[in-house]
């Protein structure tokens, strides 16, 4: 096992890693920036280092200055967290050249599941379901023509580089096909250095499901079921719950199970999300893989048991899963939602400043991943997340009960938040039943305004 473990993150999810470190006898080394001398979760690492200014450009994602950093204060790995630099496999490639285990995929499993077109055709080969459209990427207008036809408009242009909603197109007809292939490309070549695309049939109403997987990165992967993300605004999650409600048991196994094949093909080791869209039939589409942890994480792990941070660490050690597939059972039914120091009234303006109050919820089933506290100033450099309120018991009903009241005792002030926005959202009809998809939070939010 790693003796020491520099942290390439900040925020909540730098909290999560050191507490993840610290129950496993590691010692842990966060890096920061100026804006994030004064960081809360600072105080709980072991060292930290300040590698450059406020901009990320200039500190988080400094390739160079964080493994100068894992040098001088002799770590063995590096958990990059969510964001930032997880996601990069120059940097995971840069980290086994400087022999520094990255804690995550090797740099050939993140690139074979990064890019879409090669994630797809080996999704394929899984039997994970996949959206009909073009095989591989568009390389003749008239064979995305023909494809577009046979599988029927509306169709919808992909970036194979994109994700999270950039470089995508959708097109009723045949006549803005081409313009749409061509615009796409050339947004995707300027964001991504990557100007390829292909054609899936566009499914306009859906759920957003997806299932948390853990590879061992020899060709074995489990899964630890699925988690629904249907409550987003503008490609931002709000609210996510573990298990998704109202999905047949045998289709949500089955889909659950072709998951995990998939990482296991995929020679993947550590966390890796396998993201679907649900349509009414409740039939199953993969969109994408996320080859990091992600912000939802402890929905799975309040349902499962598991720490997936720590399954993470051991993974990357060379350690084997601490479980298998038939002792990771579900109990019961987990909601977390995302408080951002955002101001709903303004179009979501994000609040940097002085934090004066912060009287956090508790009780029986309420967690709270949070860095921040009263005093805390936030700084005006980085996402609005300021920590995720998570709840759980027996089932759904109940979760949300108790998440109302968990919403009622959180106090945030002076700055606007998310907080009030969640207690509507969990009022509503649409998210009671579980009867949304994912147009359903800016459809609500455009009929208040
Ligand atoms: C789709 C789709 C409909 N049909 N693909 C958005 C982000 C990226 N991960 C893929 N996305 C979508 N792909 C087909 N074939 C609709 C979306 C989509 C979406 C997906 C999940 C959650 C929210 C969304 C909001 C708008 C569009």
């Given at each position: 096992m790693f003796d020491r473990i520099l942290i390439a993150n900040r925020g909540e999810i730098a909290l999560r890693v050191i507490r993840a470190c610290r129950e496993l006898g590691i010692s842990t080394v966060c890096v920061h920036s100026t804006a994030d001398?004064?960081?809360?979760?600072l105080e709980w690492a072991d060292e930290s280092i300040c590698i450059g200014p406020g901009p990320a450009a200039d500190s988080y994602l400094r390739i160079d200055r964080i493994i100068s950093a894992a040098e001088c204060a002799k770590a063995d790995a590096i958990h990059p967290g969510y964001?930032?630099?997880?996601?990069n496999a120059e940097f995971a490639t840069v980290c086994r050249d400087c022999e520094i285990a990255f804690i995550g995929p090797s740099p050939e499993a993140m690139a074979l599941l990064g890019d879409k077109v090669s994630c797809k055709r080996m999704a394929r080969k899984a039997g994970t379901p996949v959206f009909p459209g073009t095989e591989g990427e568009i390389d003749d207008p008239e064979e995305a023509r023909q494809v577009a036809e046979e599988v029927g408009y509306p169709v919808i242009v992909k970036a194979s580089a994109g994700g999270g909603g950039r470089g995508m197109r959708v097109v009723e007809n045949e006549a803005g096909l081409m313009d749409a292939i061509e615009s796409a490309a050339q947004e995707a070549s300027a964001a991504f250095g990557n100007g390829s695309v292909y054609i899936e049939k566009y499914l306009a109403k859906a759920r957003h499901f997806e299932v948390q997987t853990i590879g061992d990165g020899q060709g074995g992967a489990v899964h630890l079921f699925e988690r629904d993300?249907?409550?987003?605004?503008r490609h931002q999650k709000l609210i996510e719950e573990a298990p998704?409600?109202?999905?047949d048991r045998a289709k949500r196994d089955l889909v659950c199970e072709s998951a995990a094949r998939l990482i296991g093909a995929a020679n993947y080791g550590g966390a890796a999300t396998v993201e679907f869209l649900m349509d009414e039939h409740q039939d199953f589409y993969m969109l994408e893989v996320n080859t990091r942890v992600q912000v939802e994480h402890p929905v799975t792990e309040m349902i499962t048991g598991i720490d997936i941070v720590q399954e993470q660490i051991r993974v990357a050690a060379g350690e084997p899963l601490s479980v298998s597939q038939d002792q990771i059972k579900v109990n019961g039914h987990a909601i977390e939602c995302r408080i951002n120091a955002e101001d709903p009234d303004r179009n979501f303006m994000p609040q940097a400043g002085l934090i004066e109050t912060f009287d956090p919820p508790g009780g029986l089933g309420v967690r709270v991943d949070s860095h921040?506290?009263?005093?805390y100033r936030i700084p005006p450099n980085y996402d609005s997340m300021i920590g995720k309120l998570i709840v759980h018991a027996p089932t759904r009903d109940q979760a949300i009960a108790r998440m109302q009241e968990a919403l009622r005792q959180f106090r945030i002030g002076p700055m606007k938040t998310t907080i009030g926005l969640h207690r509507r959202m969990l009022d509503r009809p649409e998210f009671k039943t579980a009867?949304?998809?994912?147009k359903w939070v800016e459809n609500w939010l455009a009929e208040q305004a």
């Amino acid at each position: 096992m790693f003796d020491r473990i520099l942290i390439a993150n900040r925020g909540e999810i730098a909290l999560r890693v050191i507490r993840a470190c610290r129950e496993l006898g590691i010692s842990t080394v966060c890096v920061h920036s100026t804006a994030d001398a004064d960081g809360p979760w600072l105080e709980w690492a072991d060292e930290s280092i300040c590698i450059g200014p406020g901009p990320a450009a200039d500190s988080y994602l400094r390739i160079d200055r964080i493994i100068s950093a894992a040098e001088c204060a002799k770590a063995d790995a590096i958990h990059p967290g969510y964001g930032f630099l997880a996601e990069n496999a120059e940097f995971a490639t840069v980290c086994r050249d400087c022999e520094i285990a990255f804690i995550g995929p090797s740099p050939e499993a993140m690139a074979l599941l990064g890019d879409k077109v090669s994630c797809k055709r080996m999704a394929r080969k899984a039997g994970t379901p996949v959206f009909p459209g073009t095989e591989g990427e568009i390389d003749d207008p008239e064979e995305a023509r023909q494809v577009a036809e046979e599988v029927g408009y509306p169709v919808i242009v992909k970036a194979s580089a994109g994700g999270g909603g950039r470089g995508m197109r959708v097109v009723e007809n045949e006549a803005g096909l081409m313009d749409a292939i061509e615009s796409a490309a050339q947004e995707a070549s300027a964001a991504f250095g990557n100007g390829s695309v292909y054609i899936e049939k566009y499914l306009a109403k859906a759920r957003h499901f997806e299932v948390q997987t853990i590879g061992d990165g020899q060709g074995g992967a489990v899964h630890l079921f699925e988690r629904d993300c249907t409550s987003q605004r503008r490609h931002q999650k709000l609210i996510e719950e573990a298990p998704a409600p109202n999905v047949d048991r045998a289709k949500r196994d089955l889909v659950c199970e072709s998951a995990a094949r998939l990482i296991g093909a995929a020679n993947y080791g550590g966390a890796a999300t396998v993201e679907f869209l649900m349509d009414e039939h409740q039939d199953f589409y993969m969109l994408e893989v996320n080859t990091r942890v992600q912000v939802e994480h402890p929905v799975t792990e309040m349902i499962t048991g598991i720490d997936i941070v720590q399954e993470q660490i051991r993974v990357a050690a060379g350690e084997p899963l601490s479980v298998s597939q038939d002792q990771i059972k579900v109990n019961g039914h987990a909601i977390e939602c995302r408080i951002n120091a955002e101001d709903p009234d303004r179009n979501f303006m994000p609040q940097a400043g002085l934090i004066e109050t912060f009287d956090p919820p508790g009780g029986l089933g309420v967690r709270v991943d949070s860095h921040a506290r009263a005093g805390y100033r936030i700084p005006p450099n980085y996402d609005s997340m300021i920590g995720k309120l998570i709840v759980h018991a027996p089932t759904r009903d109940q979760a949300i009960a108790r998440m109302q009241e968990a919403l009622r005792q959180f106090r945030i002030g002076p700055m606007k938040t998310t907080i009030g926005l969640h207690r509507r959202m969990l009022d509503r009809p649409e998210f009671k039943t579980a009867n949304f998809d994912i147009k359903w939070v800016e459809n609500w939010l455009a009929e208040q305004a």
